[in-house]
């Protein structure tokens, strides 16, 4: 018996690991625009000490959303918003950090750390796997550049948490 014949599981399931580019685009760009809200909103609440990362971090979220936003109006990108791509494994992970935590008003420098470098973790290994499951051409550069944009935000993060946990703060 064939695994590829109709209604067979496998089959279904191959089926159902994918989405149509607008629909994978619609969820990053709910992401980045979760990401700057959640880092804007923190800029007030962090201590001064992180208040510049957050800042940077805010910033180069609306970058991304602006990369979505313009992605999405590209006439180039309109023949291929209903292909189908292989969902990455992390595809729930980054579906998670849409919703966003209740750090209360004085959030701790070490849990504001955690957070973004778990989001920017996701972000990462989603954007590197979509990449990977994209044809040459512009959508995968963008995911690409994605990656190593978020690869940087994490090393930076992790810079910083190293600096605050085994340095007594940044």
Known sequence: ???DREGHSAAYERIRSKKT???ILEVATSFEKAARDFYASLVPKVSKNLRYLVEELAQEEQNHFDLFS????NPEIEKQIHDRIQVPVEDHCFSDYIQLPDLGDNPDDQAVLQYAMGREDAAMKQYRELAGSTEPGPIHDLFEYLANEET???RELEKTYYELVHSGGV
């Open 152 to 154: 940087e935000h994490k």
């Open 70 to 73: 313009k992605l999405a109006d």
């Open 1 to 3: 018996m064939s695994e």
């Open 21 to 23: 580019l607008k629909e």
